[in-house]
């Protein structure tokens, strides 16, 4: 029998023999197939770490993930609701205690640290902050054994590309963030927020590089064109330019993400 592919649904898919995960059904725009709760355990361990529990109102989902042993901690990757949306109906089903980087989602425990290791479940977790996509937004390297995973939250989506939220995510620190874990996540399978996993990190986090680059040069050309600095053009209207072959569905998407490139393109 073939084991399951992304995305299956209902389904503890495993990935490593450390890490496997339960697709939440909450598919949409910005969501791609839906969120990725992630569980962690070495080999013959009942302990277990959960990354990312999910929306709130997905009872069935939450049952699922807390069946999957003893639940020693919950961490989270960054603010958005599709991803703590659960943390309440979480905590009521394993008791466990939730680290995020904002002091908001942290429930009995200590808020996040930057490069603080984490040991639990027989893994060792090491928390790298990577803000861009929203300021709280982390990246969790987990090891075991000499093999390496990276947990990338939705700074690094298995498809498509991310949104940056200008509501605190700033381009500048995307950059820095796509940087750190080019650096960091040397030998790591990506384990992202969103769509399939990915047995090499690297060529991702290039590859998103790359994109951005590519999208700067882009707004830059539409400033030109349209006679406007970062400071005085209307993001619809670069919008237009730059994602003319994009679904107006996802302008709005696509609106946000040019706000934080102009404000990176003022500061400059």
Not at 147 to 166: A, E, F, N, S, Y
């Amino acid at each position: 029998m073939n084991a399951p592919q992304h995305p299956a649904y209902g389904v503890v898919r495993p990935v490593t023999d450390f890490a496997s995960v339960l697709l939440c059904h909450n598919p949409g725009m910005m969501t791609l197939d839906g969120t990725n709760t992630w569980i962690l355990r070495a080999p013959g361990q009942d302990d277990c770490v959960v990354v990312d529990p999910g929306p709130k109102g997905k009872k069935k989902h939450v049952k699922a993930v807390a069946a999957q042993g003893n639940v020693v901690l919950g961490l989270i990757t960054h603010r958005h609701y599709d991803h703590t949306g659960a943390i309440k109906y979480f905590r009521e089903q394993t008791g466990a205690p939730i680290r995020a980087r904002a002091e908001k989602y942290t429930k009995g425990a200590a808020t996040l640290r930057d490069r603080e290791v984490i040991d639990a479940a027989g893994l060792r977790i090491t928390v790298l902050h990577t803000p861009g996509h929203t300021g709280d937004s982390v990246s969790f390297l987990v090891e075991h054994d000499g093999r390496k995973v990276m947990l990338t939250g939705d700074t690094i989506l298995g498809g498509g590309t991310t949104v940056l939220d200008p509501q605190d995510g700033t381009l500048r620190d995307y950059m820095n963030s796509l940087n750190r874990l080019i650096v960091e996540g040397e030998g790591a399978a990506l384990l992202p927020g969103h769509g399939p996993d990915h047995p090499d990190l690297i060529p991702l986090a290039r590859f998103y590089k790359k994109h951005r680059e590519d999208r700067i040069d882009q707004v830059r050309a539409a400033l030109d064109e349209l006679g406007e600095s970062p400071a005085t053009v209307k993001p619809l209207a670069v919008v237009k330019k730059v994602y003319a072959d994009v679904d107006k569905k996802l302008w709005p998407a696509a609106k946000m993400s040019v706000k934080t490139q102009l404000a990176y393109l003022a500061d400059e």
